[in-house]
Each structure stands twice: as structure tokens, then as C-alpha cells.
């Protein structure tokens, strides 16, 4: 999470940059006298958006007064950042941005390189998750994320709306046989409830809408061969 945060720092220091190396933008008109040009529209972005599980979910307590077990329904929303790559699908019918490479007496050289706006394919990771996974190794390793569709507005931002699988908590079925029901182990009430208790808990892969705003980190103006 803070190398994210210190990647969206510099990105206006990496714009300084990139224009300082010889990335100029130009104007359809120009860049239509050119007869090479290069798509640039894969890209890399953090976005922030809302999933919202398609299941419920419940929250298991035990009452501190009467130990009694309560089996409450939770929020099935949620704000959550992830990382996304997305691909472009249209071919610049709905506009874009075009730019040359500068030579070292200012002037436009090579190929247009092309940036098309409108529909994409998104592919977006949870972040939480994804660390979660690096630290046992990705392989057989479930990562929260999805596919969908974006629609690249500028430059810079993305809308987009993925399907999603995402993990949660969950209680046991048996439990919902104790509502509002005391828990006996050995003759003696239970008065409290672990999440992380794989006895009372499981892990659900659940289905998930998500609408994310995406801020575009890589895949605007700098161009390699």
C-alpha cells in the first residue's frame, strides 16, 4: 500500500519528466500527416470503487449478557482500492490523444503514438488480497478480482464496471441452528466467537459488482519502442 501511495505522490514529478525527454502532444490534424502510428492504450491504473456482493452476508455475536448467539445481516458494500490493467477495445472512434517524440533540436520525429478514449477490458485485482497472497506465494492462492468493461474518459481517469469474486467470513451453517440459542462445549456455555476460528468460520468466494473510478498511472505519454 505505500509503494501505491508513493506512486500516485510523484506522478505530477514523472509528468515534469516525461515532457522533459521529448514528449509533445499534438492535434489530430498534425497528427493525420503522419503516415506510421502506434495504439498506446494499454495501460495501468489504482482505482477506488464500491463492490457490492450479490450473496448476504451475516455477522455472528455472543450476547456478553446472556450468552446467547446473534446472527445479525452485515453491509454487503464496500469501498475498496485495487489495481487494474485495461486493454483497449474500440479504435479511437469516440476521440484520443495523439503525440510525437522531440530529437534534441526540439523537433517531431517518428511514428504518431496513439492513445484511444472509450471502451476497454478491465482486469482489476484487490490490493489487500494480493499482498495477502504474496506472502504464502501467488500460485493456488484465491486473490480477490474480476473482469469487466472501462470507458476511458481522458488522459488520466477511467470508469469502469467489473463482476468480481471476493472472499469473506462466514459463519457456519450449524450455527444458524443456535439463533438466539446458548452454545454448549463441555457443559459450559461458549461467550465468545473467533472470526479466525475455522470450527465456527469458513471462507466464502462470493460474486461481486463492482463500479470503480480509475486514476491511469502508466499508459499516457510514455512511449517506448
Do not use: W
Not at 488520466?156 to 450455527?175: C, G, M, N, W, Y
Not at 461467550?191 to 498511472?217: E, G, H, M, P
Amino acid at each position: 500500500m505505500k509503494t501505491i501511495i508513493f506512486a500516485l505522490l510523484c506522478l505530477p514529478f514523472g509528468r515534469v519528466l516525461a515532457q522533459s525527454y521529448g514528449i509533445k502532444s499534438i492535434s489530430k490534424g498534425e497528427a493525420d500527416t503522419v503516415q506510421f502510428r502506434v495504439n498506446k492504450g494499454l495501460h495501468v491504473g489504482v482505482s477506488l470503487g464500491i463492490n457490492h456482493t450479490l450473496s448476504r452476508l451475516y455477522e455472528a455475536t455472543i450476547s456478553p449478557i446472556d450468552n446467547r448467539l446473534s446472527l445479525s445481516p452485515m453491509q454487503r458494500s464496500a469501498l475498496v482500492m485495487s489495481t487494474v490493467v485495461a486493454v483497449p477495445l474500440s479504435k479511437g472512434e469516440l476521440g484520443g490523444s495523439y503525440a510525437r517524440r522531440l530529437d534534441g533540436q526540439n523537433k517531431p520525429y517518428g511514428p504518431v503514438y496513439y492513445v484511444p478514449y472509450g471502451v476497454y477490458l478491465i482486469a482489476a485485482v484487490n490490493l489487500t488480497t494480493f499482498q495477502d497472497a504474496m506472502k504464502g506465494g501467488v500460485f493456488n492462492q484465491k486473490i480477490d478480482g474480476g473482469l469487466g468493461l472501462g470507458y476511458r474518459l481522458n488522459s488520466d481517469l477511467q470508469i469502469a464496471l467489473t463482476f468480481e469474486k471476493i472472499s469473506v467470513r462466514q459463519p457456519r451453517e450449524f450455527l444458524f441452528d443456535y439463533k438466539d440459542k446458548v452454545i454448549t462445549i463441555n457443559n459450559q456455555p461458549l461467550t465468545s466467537l473467533d472470526i479466525n476460528d475455522n470450527n465456527f468460520f469458513r471462507t466464502d468466494y462470493l460474486s461481486a459488482l463492482s463500479v470503480k473510478f480509475v486514476y491511469i498511472i502508466s499508459g499516457k505519454k510514455s512511449f517506448s519502442d
